[in-house]
């Protein structure tokens, strides 16, 4: 109980300063976490769902043992965005 | 505070990989160069419109805003966007493909794949043909075993460190050769093992002649199918025709629905092809998955501009359409059907490496086409074309000019690519659509750039309720309440 009675100024300490931060109230951005858990980066205006690797990928090179894309379902339009690498 | 270089970034990076799009309604924002899918709100999107459209005229730009949104919300979408780009999550660098090019150059070439025809002769005769019901301009003929092996041998010989291989029975129609094809597959199996690699082989068919033998044998041998058939029976018969002249729905429906069942419903796509006789074509692709097919890719017809080929005026409803399909089959994989759509099926989180990602088809180079007499092609559209014409099994590629040609078209070489958002997951598009419609591998045909461009859209948009299902709809009405709340 006396942890909880100490604790209460801080937490509205801790409201008071990310205030400036949050584009809307406290409770509506945990619930915006609680709805939405997978999210990897929240934030006002833009949710990052999908964070993307091409910047840091290190297999520039390439293995070579994936599909080749005319290989597989298409034999006229080709494409690689739908080619799983092999090494994944 | 923000400096005229973030300004700078986010123009630059709108106007080459960063792209904005909505699909039935959802606002997605794709760094393709980062390989990053975010959701954004209004007053990002309007943000980003500005600044793209202001020719590098930022103070005009953000005038133009203050009419619609207050400085506090520009600037939290500027911070906002500041700091996803300070993460590496927007307006990302491309990665350095020069010097991967220049060490590229000194790599040996190493064959990976061939489209073995094993048939120049077909069984139907459909309207759209580009193999010109089955024969590619050159003379009926099937493939003997002793090309067949000789292709097998030509295949591992020049694959060098490669340790997966693949082959695929094509035609015309290849079953009509099922004999060869079940001698190919065994020496094929024997010789691989002795190389110490694995070949994967595809059969593509039309299915007339997917009998109970030859289904015994291609699930023995796991060999993935692909099984042609346009869609609704009125859509197939109206072009897909038997030598009598009937329609080949109904037998065709029939074997593949044996087949599939053969093979758990596993290791197969039932592939069709649009034409401009049906642009309603998502109706054939819900009907396709109506009929209890999982795996199906329906895709454009490859024909200049007349009965079957698109004109200019049918592209918008074409894209119209794609993003009905994408709608539909959302909706059906929310109340839980098993959807897989070829098209839609963009891997979000690895995807390729650089060397895949600019240059998506290795025709050419490290996959060719094998005519039944043995002839080398860049690839199965290029058969015939006695330009490209590259060598035989026999004497193996005597033109190295036209291997290196075709490595060197990649989206940098291709100036259309270079300044394309979709360059990193399309990679370049289809040299034989290229060649026949612009006369060169350098310049992708126009149509089918909108087209795959509005596929990733709608592959996307697919993908990301495939991850969060029913959240995606909750948070975007969630978002809107915020919004009017804010307001």
Redesign the interface.
Known sequence: MKIKIFLAPVLVMGIFCLQPFLCYNLVTEVEFFRWFKEVTIMASHVITLVKGVLVKSDRSAGCGECQTSCQSACKTSCTVGNQKCLNH | MAEVSDFEAIYQGVNKNVHKFKINGLPV?L?A?????????N??WDFLDSIENCCGRFAYALRELERKYSRREIK??LR??I??RD???LF????NAEE?LE?EKEREF?V??L?LHAAHDCNMTCGYC?AAEGNFGLKKELMSKEVGERAVDFLLENSGS???L?I?F?GGEPLLNFEAIEHITAYGNKKAEEYGKRI?F?L?TNCLLLNQEVCEFVNRNKM?V?LSLDGRKIINDRVRLLKDGRGSYDVVVKRILNFVESRNHENY?V?G?FTRKNLDFSKDVFHLFDLGLK?V?V????APPGEYGFYEDDISVLEMEYERLAEGLVKRMLSGQDIDF????????????????IR????GF??FAVTPSGDIYP???FVGEKNFLMGNVFEGIKNKDMMELFRSAHIYSKPKCRECWAK????G???A?AYYFNGSLFEPLET?CI??KK??EC?IYFQ?YK??GQ?IS??MD?RDS?EE??S
Do not use: W
């Not at chain 2, 160069?33 to 709100?41: K, M, Q, R």
């Not at chain 2, 998506?360 to 025709?363: E, I, N, R, Y």
């Open positions: 924002l760094d160069a980062a390989g990053s899918v975010h959701l954004i709100d007053a990002v939290e979408v906002e966007l700091s996803l993460l590496g999550l990302a660098d491309e990665p991967f060490k190493m990976k794949a489209c580009f490669r340790r997966t693949e695929d094509f994967n595809t593509t993935q692909i796509y592939r092809t795996h890719s895709e454009p017809v490859v070829y098209h839609f099926n963009i891997d979000l989180d690895e995807g390729q490496c650089l060397s895949r990602k998506g088809c290795g025709a490290e996959y690839c199965h559209q990193f997951i399309c990679s598009g289809c040299h659509s089918a087209l795959q596929r990733i592959g990301l991850r969060f959240q909750e948070l969630f915020l709340k804010g």
